[in-house]
């Protein structure tokens, strides 16, 4: 299995249409943490967005703007977060464990192993 | 040879625990100390939930626990101990971030991404005359040098427990978490590194059982996990049967009884 930093060149590139660094820079650490959940976490890269998605059914897409990136939650999307700051990326963040926290704790509840 | 029996509190049988020279403890007088380290292996499980659930099962045996969790991602125990998003989330922001708190009187804690931010960290930690076990959780395999790593923690140990004799404190459980050729590993490094530490290993019920020589063989529900999502410690009937055993085990060895009822 390859490792977090092995998976984040098709992240760094994507995110090279966001112009403010800082902006730049959350959205890479995001997608680290968001791979960083789980070994099963799969990513595909698309022309307009990262999706990942793991074996519980946990799916997220993040999408990079010049400005900014949005967080969309589930499929159809349950929960999209728009983050240009630090409070943003915390709050994205923070509903984003919880969402793969809850979809695992289902798995766990059908007896389904991840 | 004692019969088994419902697992005992640990305040019924600390009086087992006896002074061994050589053997590291603290200068405290009445102040009994245990170090157990928690490594989970698979990567699947969820290294804060299982740190924090035990941490918590041994507070509710009557000790103060210290509990540390070293190691990246989410989430850390900051999630279970119910630290809010700015406080948890910072470590993936700021890796020399070290969190930590208070969940009641009887647990601090501290989580960090990695060994040496915690060198200078001072553990605030009130032991009003309860026993004092230090719990430390990492995720093994380790992304640096093993043998140092375990040095270090050591040596981390050391320092946390206020022992001005020593440099070092081996612990005295190592309950490893999760199954697959890792196993075979760490009892390979810790039996070199630490020969006299009992070791505990928790896999699911059902999977493969692996050929390795442990001390006590604790099975995990396969359906462990399913509060995973809240924001407070897990208070599964595992947690506290993984404690009360821990304990025995630990009481045993100190008082020189090499086996068990529990043992085969």
Same mark, same amino acid.
């Given at each position: 299995? =390859?490792?977090?930093? $092995?998976?984040?060149?098709?992240?760094?590139?994507?995110? $090279?249409?966001?112009? =403010?660094? $800082? &902006?730049?820079?959350?959205?890479?650490?995001?997608?680290?943490?968001?791979?960083?959940?789980?070994?099963?976490?799969?990513?595909? &890269?698309?022309?307009?967005? &990262?999706?990942?998605?793991?074996? !519980?059914?946990?799916?997220?897409?993040?999408? =990079?703007?010049? $400005?900014?990136?949005? &967080? !969309?939650?589930?499929? =159809?999307?349950?929960?999209?977060?728009?983050?240009?700051?630090?409070?943003?990326?915390?709050?994205?963040?923070?509903?984003?464990?919880?969402?793969?926290?809850?979809?695992?704790? !289902?798995?766990?509840?059908?007896?389904?192993?991840? | 040879m004692p019969?088994?029996? /419902?697992?005992k509190?640990?305040?019924?049988i600390s009086h087992l625990f006896l002074s061994k /020279?050589?053997y590291?403890? /603290?200068?405290?007088?009445?102040?009994v100390?245990?170090?157990?380290?928690?490594?989970?292996?698979?990567?699947?499980? @969820?290294?804060?939930?299982? %740190?924090?659930?035990?941490?918590? %099962?041994?507070?509710?045996?009557?000790?103060?626990?210290?509990?540390?969790?070293?190691?990246?991602?989410?989430? @850390?125990?900051?999630?279970?101990?119910?630290?809010?998003?700015?406080?948890?989330?910072?470590?993936?922001?700021?890796?020399?971030?070290?969190? /930590?708190?208070?969940?009641?009187?009887?647990?601090?804690?501290? #989580?960090?991404?990695?060994?040496?931010?915690?060198?200078?960290?001072?553990?605030? #930690?009130?032991?009003?005359?309860?026993?004092?076990?230090?719990?430390?959780?990492?995720?093994?395999?380790?992304?640096?040098?093993?043998?140092?790593?375990?040095?270090?923690? %050591?040596?981390?140990?050391?320092?946390?427990?206020?022992?001005?004799?020593?440099?070092?404190?081996?612990?005295d459980?190592?309950?490893?978490?999760?199954?697959?050729?890792?196993?075979?590993?760490?009892?390979?490094?810790?039996?070199?590194?630490?020969?006299?530490?009992q070791?505990?290993?928790?896999?699911?019920?059902?999977?493969?059982?692996?050929?390795?020589?442990?001390?006590?063989?604790?099975?995990?529900?396969?359906?462990?996990?399913?509060?995973?999502?809240?924001?407070?410690?897990?208070?599964?009937?595992?947690?506290?049967?993984? %404690?009360?055993?821990?304990l025995q085990v630990l009481s045993y060895r100190r008082k020189g009884i090499e086996r068990n009822a529990?043992?085969?």
């Amino acid at each position: 299995m =390859p490792s977090v930093d $092995e998976r984040m060149p098709g992240i760094v590139r994507i995110a $090279e249409r966001i112009v =403010p660094v $800082e &902006v730049w820079r959350l959205f890479l650490i995001f997608c680290r943490e968001i791979l960083r959940l789980s070994h099963t976490m799969s990513i595909e &890269v698309a022309p307009f967005e &990262v999706r990942f998605h793991d074996t !519980s059914g946990f799916l997220v897409r993040v999408l =990079p703007y010049r $400005e900014l990136f949005v &967080v !969309s939650l589930g499929a =159809p999307s349950q929960c999209d977060v728009r983050v240009s700051t630090t409070d943003g990326y915390i709050s994205a963040l923070d509903i984003a464990l919880q969402h793969f926290l809850a979809m695992r704790s !289902s798995s766990k509840a059908k007896g389904i192993s991840s | 040879m004692p019969q088994r029996s /419902s697992p005992k509190r640990f305040h019924d049988i600390s009086h087992l625990f006896l002074s061994k /020279s050589g053997y590291h403890k /603290s200068p405290r007088e009445q102040h009994v100390e245990a170090c157990v380290w928690l490594a989970v292996l698979n990567r699947s499980l @969820n290294r804060a939930y299982l %740190a924090a659930g035990t941490g918590v %099962a041994f507070a509710q045996q009557q000790m103060h626990v210290s509990l540390l969790e070293i190691g990246r991602g989410l989430p @850390n125990i900051g999630y279970y101990f119910a630290r809010v998003p700015s406080a948890y989330i910072v470590p993936t922001l700021d890796e020399t971030f070290v969190l /930590s708190g208070r969940w009641n009187s009887s647990l601090v804690f501290v #989580s960090a991404v990695a060994l040496r931010y915690l060198s200078r960290f001072k553990l605030e #930690s009130d032991l009003d005359g309860f026993p004092h076990i230090i719990v430390e959780a990492f995720t093994y395999p380790i992304d640096t040098d093993e043998r140092n790593f375990f040095i270090e923690l %050591a040596e981390n140990t050391a320092r946390i427990s206020g022992c001005g004799e020593c440099h070092r404190m081996a612990p005295d459980g190592l309950v490893i978490f999760g199954d697959g050729g890792d196993v075979t590993n760490i009892l390979s490094t810790i039996r070199a590194f630490a020969p006299e530490t009992q070791v505990f290993l928790a896999q699911y019920e059902g999977s493969t059982e692996i050929e390795a020589t442990v001390h006590e063989r604790i099975p995990m529900p396969v359906r462990l996990g399913t509060t995973m999502s809240r924001r407070m410690p897990p208070t599964e009937t595992f947690f506290a049967d993984l %404690a009360s055993t821990v304990l025995q085990v630990l009481s045993y060895r100190r008082k020189g009884i090499e086996r068990n009822a529990f043992s085969g």
